[in-house]
């Protein structure tokens, strides 16, 4: 299976929006926007057999009405949970969708930036939309912390291995952060001298892995002791939820300072 970023809404929100192809089939990850997403499958001899969503903010939808009315028949996955009109089969957790014989992916309910958040994973990727991103994680939009901190762990326990593609390109600011929050991680240091994305231009292949998360992303880390540390000073109790709470209240101030 063959993946790319695309970019989209390069000035505003630097998203992502996925599109995985197979021969002259594909499948397209949170088109937030149209144009570039027809002009690629268009050039490539693509036929769009399905869209996947996973959570319905404007930035991960817009992009459908056209894609649809170019391909009819592609589908239109997303959360089944608080169901947007733009969703055509509901998802829930434990749902498994085959693309081809041989790649198919599990549906797994990642609550926290929304209520309805979920997230598509194989051993081969994880497209988790705004639940995590390259040393970051996204804002808390409608879900809670205690569904966030849960999410968090739920992707922590999948493979080092696995290949990991979010939907927003912000990895120069997360790592900014990172390196606040826990200045002594070598590996951390490492990545951050590391050349960046070159974003916006076309992505192929994956962003990370989820090994380099849990080493070095502060947020699949914020119950490591040295974390774990500072956010208590910061008034965290030892909860999973607190501790997610105060370190993304954190990068919140941080954000609103930068």
């Known amino acids: 299976m063959n993946i790319v970023g695309l970019p989209a809404l390069i000035d505003t929100y630097e ?11 594909a499948w397209v990850v949170d088109p937030g926007e149209s144009i570039q997403v027809i002009d690629f499958l268009k050039q490539n001899k693509l036929n769009l057999q399905a869209i996947l969503i996973t959570h319905t903010h404007f930035d991960h939808i817009n992009g459908v009405p056209a894609l649809k009315e170019t391909f009819p028949e592609a589908v239109v996955y997303g959360p089944a949970k608080n169901q947007h009109r733009t969703i055509e089969t509901g998802l829930s957790h434990g ?53 966030f901190s849960q999410s968090i762990i739920k992707l922590r326990d999948l493979p080092d291995s696995t290949p990991f593609y979010c939907a927003h ?4 600011d997360n790592l900014k952060f990172a390196l606040l929050v826990e200045p ?7 990545r951050a001298k590391q050349p960046l994305f ?11 892995t989820l090994g380099e998360e849990k ?37 919140d101030q941080f954000d609103q300072q930068a």
């Open 95 to 147: 749902d498994v969708i085959a693309l081809t014989t041989n790649f198919s992916l599990a549906v797994f309910d990642t609550p926290g930036h929304t209520a309805n958040h979920i997230s598509f994973y194989n051993e081969q990727a994880l497209f988790c939309g705004d639940t995590l991103f390259t040393a970051g994680c996204g804002l808390v939009l409608g879900g809670t912390a205690e569904e």
């Open 169 to 172: 390109e912000y990895t120069a």
């Open 184 to 190: 002594g991680n070598e590996q951390l240091q490492q």
């Open 15 to 25: 998203n992502y929006i996925w599109i995985l192809y197979e021969a002259d089939k």
């Open 215 to 251: 080493n070095t992303n502060p947020f699949m880390r914020f119950d490591d002791p040295t974390i774990k540390t500072e956010l208590m000073k910061r008034g965290a109790t030892d909860s999973p939820t607190s501790l997610f709470k105060t370190l993304r209240e954190w990068k």
């Open 198 to 208: 070159d974003y916006p231009q076309i992505h192929k292949g994956p962003l990370s």
